[in-house]
C-alpha cells in the first residue's frame, strides 16, 4: 500500500512513513493511491464481531507490511482496552429512524480517543522497532490535545507537544492537558485562536531543518492514521443497523473534515452508505461553500461547540483532491488562493462531484442550546454542545434511510453549555473525578515561530 500526497509534488510514503510524518513535503496531505475494497459478503460478515474484529479487517489492507497481523491485532486491543463501554461506540435511538452513535467512552471523552490511543499503540511498536525517537508537536481546538497527550504520556521514544489556543478551550479540556505529570508531556497555551495555532504548526513542518533536526511527527486530524481509525465505526454502526443490505446516512458535526471524511472513504471502500452531511456552528465556512461554492474566510467567532471553532478545514483538502479526479496541480492552485487570497472558488465540475456524497447544515448558538434543551425532555438523553449541532442538522435530513448522528464528545466535557441549557451539570464519570484538584503544569507563549521553536528544543534537550 502506498501513500500519495494531495498536492502531487512529495514522495511516495508507505503507510509507516505516512503515519510517522503527518504532513508532506509539499504541504500536502497523504491519502491511499487505492481504496481497498470491500464485497457486500465481507461486510456482512462483520455482522456480530466485536469492534475490535471490526477494526482489524477494515484497516488491515491499508497498513501493508508495517505490522504483521498480530502485532496489529496487538495495537487495537490496547487501544481500546481502557475505554468506559464494552461496544466502544454503541448506538441509541434519539427518534424514528434517528440513531446516535455515542463517539465519547473513551479516556478523554471525546470522539479523538479512537484515532489517538491506537496512533500511541502504532507509534509505540514502530519506534521501539527501530530504535528511534520523534518530537510530536500537534495544535488542538481542544480534544485533540488532551486525547493526544493521554496517548503519549509516559512513552519513552516520544516528546509530546500540544499548543492550545490561550483562554478558548473548556476548563475539563485545559486540565485534560496540563495536569499529566509526566515529563514527556508539554502544553503549550498560544495567543490567538485554533486556527493560529494550526498555522504555526504547518510553519513548523515547512522548516525542514527545525522538522528534521527535532525528528518532528505530527498526530493532527491530517494524519492518515487517524482518518483511518475513524472509517471503523462507520463499519460498526452501519452493520448493526442492517448494512449492506440497507444504506445507512450519516450527520457529522465537523471542524476539520476530518471524522466526516472517514465516513467517505467507508463509502469508497463499499460500505453503502447515502448521505454524509456535514454539521456546522456559527462557524459555518464549509455549509456556505456547499451552497455557494465559495470557499470565504470570514473570522472565527468562539462558540459553545469550540472544537468546531475552525475556518481552515485542513482535510477538507483530501475531499476537494477526490472531487477533481485526484489532480494534485489543481489542489495546489486552490491553496495557493487561499494561503494568498483567503479564500477559493470550487469548479461546477467539482461541487458536483462533491455533492454527490455530502449534503450541509448550519446550527446557530440558540439553536445548538435549544436542542440540548429537547434531547433531553424528548429522549433523556444529555447532548455534548457539539452532538447537538449534529442531531439538529440531521432533523432536516431525517427520511426512510436510517441517520446515524455522531456524538463526538460527552456532556461532562462542556458542562457550562449544557447547565445553561437544561439546569443540570453533568458530572464527570468517577474514574477523572478528581481532575479539578489536580496541578496545572503549562507554559504561555506568543503567536510567534521562532519562541514556539526554542521552546521545543529546550525542552527536548532536557
Ligand atoms: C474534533 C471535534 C469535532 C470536529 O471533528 P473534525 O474531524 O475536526 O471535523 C467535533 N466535535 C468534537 C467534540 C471534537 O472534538
Not at 499503540?121 to 518530537?135: P, W
Not at 486556527?195 to 528534521?212: P, S
Not at 456535514?278 to 467567532?301: F, P, W
Not at 437544561?422 to 464519570?429: F, V
Amino acid at each position: 500500500m502506498k501513500y500519495i500526497s494531495t498536492r502531487g509534488a512529495a514522495p511516495v510514503l508507505t503507510f509507516e512513513e505516512a503515519m510517522l510524518t503527518g504532513l508532506a513535503r509539499d504541504g500536502g496531505l497523504y491519502v491511499p493511491e487505492t481504496i481497498p475494497q470491500m464485497s457486500a459478503d465481507d461486510i456482512r460478515d462483520l455482522a456480530g464481531l466485536s469492534y475490535e474484529e471490526i477494526a482489524f479487517r477494515v484497516m488491515r489492507p491499508f497498513v501493508g507490511d508495517t505490522f504483521s497481523d498480530a502485532e496489529f491485532k496487538g495495537c487495537i486491543e490496547r487501544a481500546y482496552a481502557g475505554f468506559g463501554h464494552d461496544a466502544r461506540a454503541p448506538l441509541v435511538q434519539l427518534g424514528p429512524n434517528h440513531f446516535l452513535m455515542e463517539l465519547f467512552h473513551g479516556p478523554t471523552l471525546a470522539f479523538k480517543d479512537f484515532a489517538m490511543q491506537l496512533i500511541g499503540q502504532m507509534f509505540e511498536v514502530a519506534l521501539k522497532r527501530s530504535g528511534k525517537r520523534v518530537t510530536i508537536v500537534g495544535a488542538t481546538s481542544g480534544d485533540t490535545g488532551s486525547a493526544a497527550i493521554e496517548a503519549f504520556r509516559g512513552l519513552d521514544a516520544v516528546d509530546v507537544f500540544i499548543l492550545y489556543p490561550h483562554g478558548r478551550v473548556s476548563e475539563v479540556q485545559r486540565r485534560q492537558m496540563t495536569t499529566p505529570s509526566e515529563s514527556n508531556v508539554h502544553a503549550i497555551a498560544m495567543d490567538g485562536d485554533f486556527d493560529d495555532c494550526q498555522a504555526r504548526l504547518k510553519d513548523m513542518f515547512n522548516d525542514f531543518e527545525f522538522r528534521d533536526g527535532v525528528k518532528l511527527a505530527g498526530v493532527n486530524s491530517i494524519n492518515w492514521a487517524r482518518v483511518l481509525a475513524q472509517v471503523v465505526y462507520y463499519f460498526s454502526s452501519a452493520v448493526s443497523l442492517g448494512a449492506p443490505e440497507r444504506k445507512i446516512s450519516f450527520t457529522v458535526p465537523t471542524g476539520n473534515f476530518g471524522d466526516i471524511f472517514a465516513g467517505f472513504i467507508a463509502k469508497q471502500m463499499g460500505l453503502p452508505i447515502d448521505r454524509l452531511v456535514i454539521a456546522t456552528n456559527q462557524n459555518d465556512i464549509l455549509h456556505r461553500c456547499m451552497e455557494s461554492s465559495a470557499y470565504t474566510k470570514t473570522g472565527v467567532k468562539p462558540s459553545i461547540s469550540p472544537s468546531m471553532d475552525i475556518e481552515v478545514s485542513s482535510n477538507f483538502e483530501r475531499a476537494l483532491f477526490w472531487a477533481h479526479g485526484k489532480d494534485g496541480q489543481a489542489i495546489k492552485g486552490l491553496m495557493d488562493d487561499l494561503a494568498s487570497g483567503g479564500g477559493f472558488t470550487i469548479s461546477d465540475n467539482a461541487m458536483g462531484a462533491l455533492r454527490e456524497n455530502y449534503d450541509s447544515g448550519m446550527v446557530d448558538e440558540a439553536g445548538t442550546s435549544a436542542m440540548i434543551t429537547k434531547a433531553l425532555a424528548q429522549t433523556g438523553e444529555i447532548l455534548c454542545p457539539h452532538s447537538a449541532i449534529g442531531a439538529a442538522v440531521a432533523e432536516d435530513h431525517l427520511g426512510t434511510t436510517p441517520m446515524i448522528t455522531l456524538a463526538t464528545a460527552h456532556p461532562a466535557k462542556f458542562p457550562d453549555a449544557v447547565e445553561a441549557a437544561t439546569g443540570m451539570r453533568p458530572a464527570l464519570p468517577p474514574r477523572m473525578s478528581d481532575l479539578f484538584e489536580r496541578e496545572e503544569r503549562v507554559t504561555r507563549a506568543p503567536n510567534d515561530l521562532q519562541a514556539l521553536q526554542s521552546i521545543i528544543r529546550e525542552r527536548i534537550s532536557e
